[in-house]
């Protein structure tokens, strides 16, 4: 039997660090992800801006559990123009006037649906969705707040022990687990990447 679950993670943390080196020092998903204990690798794909992330644990008994989701990334600059300035057309706007008026970035994650799909579940093979966001906004003193917000949604195998457990007390457990585990990773992360600025604390 197959069952959706859902994980939630969230954070909200400032970090010491100038504006543009942790705005892409995040933006990097290869860079950060692979703090995260979980995940097994990160690859770019043929399609630009497309990644696969390769996240691997393992279940209950002891076999390794695979879930690939296919990401594609959008960044965004969030600038701020003085009223002399014209923005109406942002193409005209020069890389000195952006950078000087630019008050923050969102790098946003959506899943990128393949045409052929690549579950095994007898091979312990799975396929899962990923959404998240990053709002980094820039602030005195050299000074980054960063809000990250992701989502997975991963279908698996139930095993036979827990069919017996009407199906909204699995799924709101399950969900209930999931989001821990993937919080608690979110965290570790966290915690790696701040040994490579002056701080991080949270918000």
């Known amino acids: 039997?197959?069952?959706?679950?859902?994980?939630?993670?969230?954070?909200?943390?400032?970090?010491?660090?100038?504006?543009?080196?942790t705005t892409a020092y995040l933006s990097d998903q290869k860079?950060?992800?692979?703090?995260?204990?979980?995940?097994?690798?990160?690859?770019?794909t043929e399609t630009e801006n497309v990644f696969r992330w390769h996240?691997?644990?393992?279940?209950?008994?002891?076999?390794?559990?695979?879930?690939?989701?296919?990401?594609?990334?959008?960044?965004?600059?969030?600038?701020?123009?003085?009223?002399?300035?014209?923005?109406?057309?942002?193409?005209?706007?020069?890389?000195?006037?952006?950078?000087?008026?630019?008050?923050?970035?969102?790098?946003?994650?959506?899943?990128?649906?393949?045409?052929?799909?690549?579950?095994?579940?007898?091979?312990?093979?799975?396929e899962g969705k990923a959404f998240g966001e990053l709002d980094m906004q820039r602030m005195d003193e050299n000074k980054t707040r960063v809000k990250f917000d992701l989502k997975i949604d991963v279908r698996f195998m139930l095993y036979p022990a827990f069919r017996i457990i009407p199906e909204k007390i699995i799924r709101a457990m399950t969900n209930a687990g999931m989001s821990m585990i993937m919080q608690t990773a979110t965290n570790r992360m966290f915690n790696t990447i701040s040994k490579d600025f002056d701080k991080i604390q949270h918000a």
């Open 55 to 126: 996240f691997r644990v393992t279940d209950p008994q002891n076999n390794p559990f695979d879930v690939i989701f296919y990401v594609e990334q959008k960044d965004e600059l969030l600038v701020e123009l003085p009223d002399d300035i014209d923005g109406s057309d942002p193409d005209k706007l020069t890389d000195e006037i952006i950078a000087r008026y630019t008050v923050g970035k969102k790098v946003r994650w959506q899943h990128y649906p393949l045409e052929k799909p690549i579950e095994d579940p007898i091979n312990y093979l799975f």
């Open 31 to 44: 860079k950060i992800l692979g703090f995260n204990p979980f995940c097994y690798k990160v690859e770019e």
């Open 1 to 21: 039997m197959e069952m959706d679950a859902t994980g939630i993670s969230k954070g909200d943390w400032i970090f010491y660090g100038e504006f543009d080196r």
